[in-house]
């Protein structure tokens, strides 16, 4: 199409060529790294998911650590609200991919836990499991680790239901006013560029 590609694979070897020529001209070291998350996606779902996700992965394993175009979708002509939830859900997922994990392991105590699981028939009821679980496992606030049956025992919900809910309980709990004089001025820019596109239109209201 002769359109430009971002969210593609592409796109994230382009970013690590500019990177490298960048630091080339500057005379400094290249830091391989992409942090562009735009997508051509027109709407939340499958394939702004799939792009970020693997995006943000690769980066995140060369060493990037800021990305920005978290929320936009259709490039960045338009912020979905539902996609924002879904992009911190990624980034949280890949957080944890990329954190260090502490290997240290006292080998004693690691064996009487085994015999004392075996025991016990399980290993939830032990200390260590207690003490230590919170910091191994991530545990996502919309994506859904459950078997089948237990997902179907709670009604099959829906991610993305769930996520609409989460904006309205995010909405309502909204409370913050930009200062009168702030907010005036973004009105009249608004009111003008309204005017431009649309003459004789009806002004919106505050956003």
């Avoid at 735009?38 to 980066?59: D, I, V, W």
């Avoid at 995140?60 to 490039?75: D, K, P, S, V």
């Amino acid at each position: 199409t002769m359109a430009m590609s971002f969210g593609s694979p592409e796109n994230f070897l382009l970013q690590l060529m500019t990177r490298e020529v960048d630091a080339f001209f500057h005379g400094r070291a290249w830091s391989p790294g992409a942090g562009n998350l735009h997508t051509f996606a027109k709407t939340p779902g499958p394939q702004a998911n799939a792009e970020r996700a693997s995006l943000m992965t690769a980066g995140a394993l060369l060493g990037c650590r800021r990305f920005e175009g978290i929320g936009t979708i259709g490039m960045d002509e338009v912020h979905s609200s539902e996609q924002l939830l879904y992009d911190v859900e990624i980034r949280d997922h890949v957080t944890r991919l990329v954190a260090e994990n502490d290997l240290a392991c006292d080998v004693e105590r690691c064996l009487a836990d085994v015999a004392e699981g075996v025991r016990a028939h399980g290993f939830t009821a032990l200390e260590t499991t207690g003490d230590a679980y919170r910091g191994v496992y991530w545990h996502p606030r919309l994506f859904d680790r459950a078997f089948l049956a237990g997902w179907r025992g709670r009604g099959e919900p829906s991610m993305r239901k769930q996520a609409c809910g989460m904006i309205e309980d995010l909405l309502r709990a909204h409370d913050y006013r930009l200062p009168e004089r702030e907010q005036q001025a973004i009105d009249e820019i608004l009111a003008r560029a309204h005017a431009s596109v649309a003459p004789g239109a009806t002004t919106p209201g505050r956003v």
